[in-house]
């Protein structure tokens, strides 16, 4: 016997499923869920979706060799559309330089994904995390990077590490670096140095400090271009800090009590207005 809160569950369910794939354009920026398809339009008539001169277009067709669609977290391949896999609101990205892109977006190629809200970190392919190197396999280092299992590091993956220059890295040590591998099949695996063999800011980070969790929508909203918290945390003290995409934030100022002080106006900006902030940020500064 099922019970009416599972029937309803499972017809809601059932309806997603199976309900119409509809144009990326038509819900960019709007709420998508999970098990709906998308189509990218090769072209449109006045008839709007499902129309006669509405074809889906396809991600490898040949027709458009330049067209290159990079499916972000949230999405997933499925034959010539695109499959939500999490609750969020659709974005889109043009691809640089404005090529094989559709006005508007949302009609050519570039970039989507799916804003979501969630608690657990998922490495994504790309993103700069801080890790704790929690064991010592042969030649690779675990890292806890905050997700489901550990990332693989290897001693190689430091700028100028050779086999006889190992660089010095203990367990526990805090390292900063890049997801190079990330899906749901392997384990992750991350680096220490870019494509040109350079550090470039990556590697151990200082034994002094603070490193704390804040929620991954904050870290987002701090790294944001027009995000002016960091540039107002700065004129307040002289400040070392580091943002991971996995939720932690490493800082350090002069003192142990200004460092607390950072710490604590970074995971209150969250929910803070902007004329709370300001309020605050005089504060600090009068004191």
């Not at 277009?57 to 999490?86: E, F, S």
């Not at 099949?185 to 151990?204: K, L």
């Not at 002016?228 to 800082?251: A, D």
């Amino acid at each position: 016997m099922v019970m009416p809160a599972m029937a309803e569950v499972s017809a809601g369910a059932e309806s997603v499923a199976g309900c119409r794939a509809r144009a990326v354009h038509k819900v960019l920026n709007q709420v998508v869920l999970p098990g709906e398809e998308l189509v990218l339009p090769d072209h449109e008539d006045a008839d709007g979706l499902g129309g006669p001169g509405e074809q889906p277009l396809r991600l490898n067709a040949g027709a458009r060799p330049r067209l290159r669609i990079v499916c972000g977290p949230g999405l997933r391949r499925c034959g010539d559309r695109l499959l939500v896999t999490k609750c969020g609101r659709l974005r889109h990205k043009e691809p640089s330089g404005g090529g094989g892109g559709g006005g508007g977006g949302g009609g050519g190629g570039g970039v989507y994904w799916v804003d979501s809200q969630q608690k657990r970190y998922v490495p994504v392919k790309g993103d700069h995390v801080i890790g704790i190197v929690v064991a010592k396999s042969g030649d690779i280092f675990k890292v806890d990077v905050g997700g489901s299992e550990p990332a693989s590091l290897s001693y190689l993956a430091f700028e100028g590490a050779t086999k006889r220059n190992r660089p010095n890295v203990q367990v526990g040590d805090l390292i900063y670096g890049q997801c190079v591998v990330a899906n749901k099949d392997m384990e992750p695996e991350m680096v220490c140095i870019d494509s040109c063999g350079r550090a470039n800011g990556m590697g151990v980070i200082g034994q002094d400090g603070l490193l704390f969790k804040v929620t991954l929508g904050l870290i987002r909203k701090l790294l944001a271009p027009d995000c002016e918290i960091v540039q107002e945390l700065g004129k307040l003290y002289p400040l070392e800090i580091v943002f991971g995409m996995n939720g932690r934030i490493w800082v350090k100022a002069k003192t142990i009590q200004q460092t607390l002080i950072l710490a604590n106006v970074l995971e209150a900006c969250e929910h803070m207005t902007t004329e709370q902030r300001k309020q605050i940020f005089a504060r600090l500064a009068e004191s």
